[in-house]
């Protein structure tokens, strides 16, 4: 064994059992939730001195982490930055954050809506840029939800629809509104449509933002984690057939969780 | 497809497609560009950067501490048809957990242990055969430590490059601050690493973050010390061939990154 490193060696311990690579997961847990880390860390082979610098580096974890997804996912409204003096990612270094990063399970469902919220609170009171501008910000928010929550989905007996999926109804067409924006082009009142966009993303990370309609958006409602697809094909009067496959492609694009086979 | 050239070390940068103009009226500036995410699909100018540059594979493949999926390896193979990549990185790193219930969404080292050890050197052997292309391997700092090591980073490293036949990507900000955070200058923490391995050298900046209260990487330009460690490095590894400013984010700027090219190319007296 090499020496030349002493103050990050030292001997396993004899007496524990577990795996290196469950030991590892379990300094990935403490890490990532800030409650563990308040706890204790005697279940870790941890000094309260490296204690310590892993408390400040899982809040660094934590920042770094939303200050990216913010950037990621509310870019559009980003462009207005200038104008507007804000952007979404300021709100990990204002005050609120710091009380955030006390509690926060990073990566979780409950986190990213609370740091949603808060950036979309810190983008709203400003000078508009345009009326679609609030919708714009409530696009942006079920986007992030996506890119922030990295939590795995839990085995299920019935469909449900994925931990972050989440359907928004707009008054102006969005889809169009974001194609504009990026070719700085005008955005007029020809924009005014209402459409239902659902936000999904993948085991893999993929984010998906779909238009939904007719028996999609119907069967999608109705998969509420407490129905089966019998009686989800006898809520919505439709073939029991429509409805498999349409929960089949609404799975494959994470907005619902199946049963396996 | 253009290729890094033999015998030469080439100069780059990371893609960063929202300087794709700037980077490709960049002239002979810069040897390559590193991939850190797949183009998106409306990227319009990614297929002039690849008719430009070559491109070497940099993508998150997945941790190689656990066996990749099926649809990871096959993700792998996809990336380096389209990259034609002369070597293929991956990172020593495991942050998410088996269950992947939880991610650090960064990077994180190992344990230093026999079993971490096997684990990475299965792994990689898998990536490597499924790609086809040779696997370079980045060294990940810690910013604390845990009472279970059995070895040190340095042997760790070794004794996996020894056994597999891999190559080394030296990420010199990591080193940087691996030593500094035990105690020690950086060409003193490198005394026992395998040099002679390094293929691919990463510099960057560093800066203090509040977290930490302390330095940590950031994406700007390398500043001498980097930068000296690089020839120190250079001197002694007589099978690099590229190194890359390593930066990559939507706030980077066309200065910072032509600024750290031109600083790394005269620091190797290449200008």
Same mark, same amino acid.
């Given at each position: 064994?090499?020496?030349?490193?002493?103050?990050?060696?030292?001997?396993?311990?004899?007496?524990?059992?577990?795996?290196?690579?469950?030991?590892?997961?379990?300094?990935?847990?403490?890490?990532?939730?800030?409650?563990?880390?308040?706890?204790?860390?005697?279940?870790?082979?941890?000094?309260?001195?490296?204690?310590?610098?892993?408390?400040?580096?899982? @809040?660094?974890?934590?920042?770094?982490?939303?200050?990216?997804?913010?950037?990621?996912?509310?870019?559009?409204? @980003?462009?207005?930055?200038?104008?507007?003096?804000?952007?979404?990612?300021?709100?990990?270094?204002?005050?609120?954050?710091?009380?955030?990063?006390?509690?926060?399970?990073?990566?979780?469902?409950?986190?990213?809506?609370?740091?949603?919220?808060?950036?979309?609170?810190?983008?709203?009171?400003?000078?508009?840029?345009?009326?679609?501008?609030?919708?714009?910000?409530?696009?942006?928010?079920?986007?992030?939800?996506?890119?922030?929550?990295?939590?795995?989905?839990?085995?299920?007996?019935?469909?449900?629809?994925?931990?972050?999926?989440?359907?928004?109804?707009?008054?102006?067409?969005?889809?169009?509104?974001?194609?504009?924006?990026?070719?700085?082009?005008?955005?007029?009142?020809?924009?005014?449509?209402?459409?239902?966009?659902?936000?999904? @993303?993948?085991?893999?990370?993929?984010?998906?933002?779909?238009?939904?309609?007719?028996?999609?958006?119907?069967?999608?409602?109705?998969?509420?984690?407490?129905?089966?697809?019998?009686?989800?094909?006898?809520?919505?009067?439709?073939?029991?057939?429509?409805?498999?496959?349409?929960?089949?492609?609404?799975?494959?694009?994470?907005?619902?969780?199946?049963?396996?086979? | 497809?253009?290729?890094?050239?033999?015998?030469?070390?080439?100069?780059?940068?990371?893609?960063?497609?929202?300087?794709?103009?700037?980077?490709?009226?960049?002239?002979?500036?810069?040897?390559?560009?590193?991939?850190?995410?797949?183009?998106?699909?409306?990227?319009?100018?990614?297929?002039?950067?690849?008719?430009?540059?070559?491109?070497?594979?940099?993508?998150?493949?997945?941790?190689?501490?656990?066996?990749?999926?099926?649809?990871?390896? #096959?993700?792998?193979?996809?990336?380096?048809?389209?990259?034609?990549?002369?070597?293929?990185?991956?990172?020593?790193?495991?942050?998410?957990?088996?269950?992947?219930?939880?991610?650090?969404?960064?990077?994180?080292?190992?344990?230093?242990?026999?079993?971490?050890?096997?684990?990475?050197?299965?792994?990689?052997?898998?990536?490597?055969?499924?790609?086809?292309?040779?696997?370079?391997?980045?060294?990940?700092?810690?910013?604390?430590?845990?009472?279970?090591?059995?070895?040190?980073?340095?042997?760790?490293?070794?004794?996996?490059?020894?056994?597999?036949?891999?190559?080394?990507?030296?990420?010199?900000?990591?080193?940087?601050?691996?030593?500094?955070?035990?105690?020690?200058?950086?060409?003193?923490?490198?005394?026992?690493?395998?040099?002679?391995?390094?293929?691919?050298?990463?510099?960057?900046?560093?800066?203090?973050?509040?977290?930490?209260?302390?330095?940590?990487?950031?994406?700007?330009?390398?500043?001498?010390?980097?930068?000296?460690?690089?020839?120190?490095?250079?001197?002694?590894?007589?099978?690099?061939?590229?190194?890359?400013? #390593?930066?990559?984010?939507?706030?980077?700027?066309?200065?910072?990154?032509?600024?750290?090219?031109?600083?790394?190319?005269?620091?190797?007296?290449?200008?």
């Amino acid at each position: 064994m090499t020496t030349n490193y002493a103050p990050l060696l030292t001997m396993p311990k004899p007496e524990s059992s577990k795996s290196d690579r469950d030991l590892q997961d379990e300094v990935i847990r403490y890490l990532a939730d800030a409650r563990a880390r308040k706890k204790s860390s005697a279940e870790l082979p941890l000094s309260p001195e490296q204690a310590q610098k892993a408390e400040k580096f899982g @809040r660094f974890l934590a920042r770094r982490y939303y200050r990216d997804r913010l950037a990621r996912s509310f870019r559009y409204s @980003r462009m207005f930055s200038s104008a507007i003096g804000r952007t979404a990612e300021q709100v990990v270094d204002g005050e609120f954050f710091q009380d955030f990063l006390n509690e926060c399970v990073m990566g979780s469902l409950e986190a990213a809506q609370r740091v949603g919220q808060m950036a979309v609170m810190h983008m709203s009171n400003v000078l508009e840029p345009g009326v679609w501008w609030e919708e714009l910000l409530a696009y942006e928010q079920a986007f992030f939800l996506q890119a922030a929550t990295a939590e795995a989905e839990s085995r299920t007996d019935i469909p449900r629809r994925g931990r972050s999926a989440v359907s928004c109804a707009f008054r102006w067409n969005l889809p169009e509104i974001l194609t504009r924006l990026k070719s700085a082009q005008n955005i007029g009142n020809d924009l005014k449509k209402d459409v239902l966009l659902l936000f999904s @993303r993948t085991a893999g990370g993929n984010i998906y933002v779909v238009e939904m309609e007719g028996s999609s958006e119907l069967i999608w409602r109705h998969t509420d984690g407490a129905r089966n697809v019998d009686q989800i094909a006898s809520a919505v009067s439709l073939p029991v057939k429509t409805v498999q496959d349409t929960l089949q492609a609404l799975s494959q694009i994470g907005a619902v969780v199946l049963p396996p086979r | 497809m253009p290729s890094i050239l033999e015998g030469r070390i080439s100069i780059g940068a990371f893609y960063n497609p929202h300087l794709a103009g700037e980077l490709l009226r960049a002239g002979d500036l810069i040897g390559h560009l590193a991939m850190a995410d797949p183009p998106a699909s409306d990227d319009a100018a990614f297929p002039y950067i690849r008719d430009r540059f070559p491109l070497l594979l940099h993508d998150y493949l997945g941790q190689l501490s656990d066996p990749l999926s099926p649809h990871a390896l #096959d993700r792998a193979r996809q990336l380096q048809d389209l990259y034609r990549s002369p070597w293929v990185a991956e990172h020593f790193q495991c942050l998410h957990t088996q269950d992947h219930e939880r991610t650090l969404d960064y990077v994180f080292p190992p344990l230093y242990t026999e079993e971490f050890l096997q684990r990475f050197e299965a792994n990689a052997r898998v990536l490597r055969d499924t790609v086809g292309a040779p696997l370079v391997m980045e060294n990940i700092p810690g910013f604390f430590s845990l009472e279970h090591a059995q070895m040190s980073e340095a042997e760790f490293l070794r004794r996996f490059f020894d056994d597999t036949g891999c190559g080394f990507l030296l990420d010199l900000p990591h080193v940087w601050l691996a030593a500094h955070y035990s105690g020690i200058g950086a060409q003193e923490y490198l005394k026992d690493f395998p040099l002679e391995k390094v293929v691919e050298l990463h510099v960057a900046g560093v800066e203090l973050d509040r977290d930490l209260e302390g330095p940590w990487i950031a994406p700007t330009a390398p500043p001498g010390d980097i930068l000296d460690l690089a020839l120190w490095v250079a001197e002694r590894a007589p099978k690099l061939r590229a190194v890359t400013f #390593d930066a990559f984010s939507p706030s980077l700027t066309e200065e910072t990154v032509l600024r750290s090219v031109v600083a790394t190319r005269r620091a190797f007296g290449l200008n």
